[in-house]
């Protein structure tokens, strides 16, 4: 196993720990799909779990013979970039989380329609730009049982490195893709799946989140906007069902992820 002492982040297969554009990243072996960064040895081990590639490793040399052995164990003959603490805080610009990060290989995204083949449940994203909303969101979704997130193609791509992070992995393990359009087509299109849509809006003439009208309903996709301005009014019009969460003390909604477990928690398929 090469191990690569290093003092800065200047040679050219440093440049995934250096870089700060994730598009760059994203779009480094065009037309091939890119790369991404996955951070601390709990999220390494998610994604090597779920099978992506490891490229490269840069961590804490205390990580090597500690923490971390067993992923360079499961890493094959990648090569290890290492130094001191104090060390990579200087050159990379921040103290790393849990001391290591592993540069990984993406994979080519499943269609739509292979992801909802089997699902019951699952989660939407309308241009949901920020990534910490977006990895909670998949925390929420993987913990409360929903089968899938798709995403409008406006939205941040949830392999950003902040967004693996706050998911603390989950993000390998609930099946994601990016849906090819925009409203309406793409409420047309779960609902030529077979599944109710439900718009989390705040509207007059709503159901209530735990309305049993929506705990019946067989296949249900949740569909979630952004903060501020929320679901398209096209969007929110197109749908099956318009659903609020009630709330008190004068307060009129809540951050998108934070709805986001409740609604799941509330919507979950119900045992038989």
């Not at 720990?17 to 790369?35: D, K, N």
């Not at 290591?100 to 989660?123: H, Q």
């Not at 159901?207 to 929506?214: A, E, K, N, P, V």
């Not at 501020?228 to 069902?241: A, M, P, S, V």
Request: aromatic share 6%; net charge neutral.
């Amino acid at each position: 196993m090469p191990i690569t002492e290093i003092t800065d982040l200047s040679a050219p297969e440093l440049l995934p720990y250096a870089q700060t554009s994730e598009v760059q990243l994203l779009r480094a072996f065009e037309p091939q799909p890119g790369m991404f960064i996955a951070e601390s040895p709990k999220v390494i081990r998610r994604a090597l779990d779920a099978g992506y590639q490891p490229l490269s490793l840069l961590m804490e040399r205390k990580y090597i013979n500690g923490q971390a052995q067993d992923i360079i164990s499961r890493c094959g003959n990648i090569p290890i970039y290492t130094a001191d603490t104090e060390v990579l805080t200087d050159i990379t610009g921040f103290k790393l989380t849990q001391g290591a990060l592993c540069a990984m290989r993406r994979r080519k995204l499943p269609a739509p329609e292979s992801i909802l083949s089997g699902a019951e449940r699952i989660a939407v994203l309308e241009d949901v730009m920020n990534q910490t909303n977006i990895g909670a969101v998949f925390r929420s979704a993987a913990a409360l049982g929903f089968d899938a997130v798709l995403l409008t193609p406006s939205c941040s791509d949830p392999l950003y490195r902040r967004s693996i992070r706050v998911s603390m992995g989950t993000v390998f393990r609930i099946p994601w893709t990016f849906l090819s359009g925009n409203s309406p087509e793409y409420i047309t299109f779960l609902k030529n799946m077979g599944f109710a849509t439900a718009a989390m809006a705040l509207r007059e003439n709503t159901l209530s989140i735990d309305d049993l009208r929506l705990k019946k309903e067989k296949r249900l996709a949740v569909v979630l906007g952004t903060e501020g301005e929320g679901l398209k009014d096209l969007t929110i019009r197109e749908c099956d069902h318009v659903v609020k969460i009630p709330m008190l003390n004068g307060v009129d909604s809540l951050n998108v992820a934070a709805a986001s477990a409740v609604a799941f928690w509330e919507l979950r398929r119900q045992k038989q």
